[in-house]
């Protein structure tokens, strides 16, 4: 069996003092947050930082210490079963001027509830539940954001 590692970040703004939260649309037609695989030598916090760059063009972000959550899941690749893990953590960007990628098709800022809704995958919606109730825990965002 292939593995896989990539690493990526749920992507939070509270730029106009209500927090949103950026989701990407996939060529393949889903909804995420900014992931990509790692590179030989590479940290995970320094893929991250380069997958935001590459995907949004945000450099101007900053980790939320504290907060990392691991998803595991299997694929299939030219019928060979692929063994995904990926890394995620908390990143607040400082802008809302996104320039995608040629990986993607699109991009969005929502409120917690319109992400969750937005959110093509189960286990994207379990990461961005954690990451809302970080930040509310930890005093980052308001109880009703």
């Not at 590692?5 to 730029?15: I, L, Q, R």
């Not at 940290?43 to 907060?67: H, M, N, P, W, Y």
């Amino acid at each position: 069996m292939l593995r896989e590692k990539s690493c990526g970040a749920v992507v939070f703004s509270t730029e106009d003092s209500k927090t949103k939260f950026l989701l990407l649309n996939y060529e393949a037609g889903h909804w995420d947050f900014v992931k990509g695989n790692v590179e030989p030598n590479e940290s995970e916090k320094e893929t991250v930082i380069r997958e935001l760059r590459e995907e949004t063009g945000i450099s101007d972000a900053q980790f939320v210490e504290g907060f990392k959550e691991t998803i595991v899941y299997f694929y299939r690749r030219q019928g060979i079963t692929v063994r995904k893990e990926v890394v995620f953590f908390l990143i607040e960007a400082y802008t809302e001027k996104v320039e995608i990628s040629f990986e993607h098709v699109g991009y969005t800022w929502l409120d917690y509830q319109h992400a969750m809704e937005k959110l093509t995958f189960k286990n994207a919606k379990d990461v961005l539940q954690k990451a809302h109730d970080f930040l509310k825990k930890q005093g980052i965002i308001k109880p009703t954001d």
